[in-house]
């Protein structure tokens, strides 16, 4: 699996099928946790349809995540004392704040998009020998809206225990109160480096619209190949990735 897959199969799992509404194909509302400007180029040049506008948005999104993947994110934990560190957080305070827009199309045209307050989002997970354990996920509802969230990772590049992407069911997000998901544990045997992407989709039932969070790539760390039980290898971070 190459990166470039990878990326598209996580996009692929937050990916939701557009929701029927009463109102005209022409005039409706999508929420959006991109930026402001993105958010309202969707409205401005896919304006015809909520199937448009989620399309637009989708390809920014794959648009964003090179990026992602450039530049990565997080910080280390659980200092090993010895040269290595075993942990790693994407964001070192509560969460990363994301914006979150209700834009509103009425006869096609962008009519506003209104903030309605932050999502907050998380991530983390521990290695312990050849295990990448505690893949957990965090999402946290800033806004009075009452938001629904699916979370997913993949493991990247792929190989022997490097997993295609893991999505939770779709869980209500009542205000204030953090939504998480812990994925199944990762199991990497073979020498190589190796990284896990982070993504989200938000539901707002309300105005029948999801929305997909930008993609956030971990720390590229490494793993010695499995030797045997006297001295079996394991993964972790250099100290210098910090």
């Known amino acids: 699996m190459t990166i470039a897959l990878g990326l598209g199969a996580l996009l692929a ?7 029927a509404t009463a109102a005209p194909k022409d005039t409706f509302q999508y ?5 402001l400007d993105t958010c309202r180029e969707a409205g401005v040049q896919a304006g015809s349809s909520p199937a448009a506008v989620a399309s637009y948005l989708d390809t920014a999104a794959k ?11 997080g910080y280390l934990t659980n200092n090993g ?12 305070g509560i969460s990363i704040p994301l914006n979150y827009y209700r834009c509103q199309v009425v006869n096609g045209q962008l ?29 946290t509802n800033l806004t009075p809206l009452p938001l629904q969230v699916l979370h997913a990772s993949v493991c990247l590049p792929g190989g022997a225990g490097c997993t295609a992407p893991v999505a939770s069911p779709v869980t209500p997000m009542p205000t204030n109160v953090p939504n998480n998901h812990v994925a199944p544990s990762l199991y990497l045997p073979d020498v190589g480096a190796y990284q896990v992407a982070f993504g989200w989709e938000v539901i707002d039932p309300p105005i029948s619209s999801s929305a997909t969070t930008p993609i956030y790539g971990s720390l590229i760390f490494n793993c010695e190949q499995l030797g045997p039980v006297t001295d079996p290898g394991e993964c972790y971070y250099f100290a210098g990735n910090t």
């Not at 799992?13 to 929701?19: E, R, W």
């Not at 929420?31 to 930026?35: K, P």
């Not at 090179?66 to 530049?71: H, R």
């Open 13 to 19: 799992a937050l990916v939701f099928p557009a929701t």
């Open 31 to 35: 929420g959006c946790t991109l930026s």
């Open 63 to 73: 648009e964003m995540s090179a990026a992602a993947f450039t530049t990565q994110y």
């Open 81 to 92: 004392a010895n040269g290595r560190f075993y942990g790693w957080k994407l964001k070192k």
């Open 111 to 139: 009519v506003n998009c209104v903030l309605h307050g932050e999502i907050g989002v998380q991530a983390s997970f521990f290695f312990n020998g050849h295990q990448v354990r505690e893949i957990k996920t965090t999402v």
